[in-house]
């Protein structure tokens, strides 16, 4: 990372509580950021805080190394961008 950031990577599946988790956060410290993930599922009726790729768009921008993290879970892949 740049000029000493860090990088927080909360990971788990769908209920755990990680929105919590995070809006939280959010509003307790402003040095935390929320990075928009990708996903290679359609966006769910009123979800606004994940982009929604194909799995060509997803094996492309891995390819040019786009992203810190990714990973699948029931056939859905994630992808935490740079």
């Known amino acids: ?45 009123g979800e606004t805080d994940k982009i929604s790729i194909s799995d060509a768009e997803l094996d492309t921008m891995i390819a040019g190394n786009q992203f810190w993290s990714v990973n699948t879970l029931y056939g859905v892949r994630y992808a935490s961008p740079k």
């Open 1 to 45: 990372m740049q000029n000493g950031n860090k990088l927080l990577l909360l990971l788990g599946p769908s209920g755990v509580g990680k929105s919590t988790i995070i809006k939280d956060m959010l509003a307790r410290d402003r040095r935390f950021v929320y990075v928009t993930p990708y996903m290679t599922r359609p966006l769910r009726k």
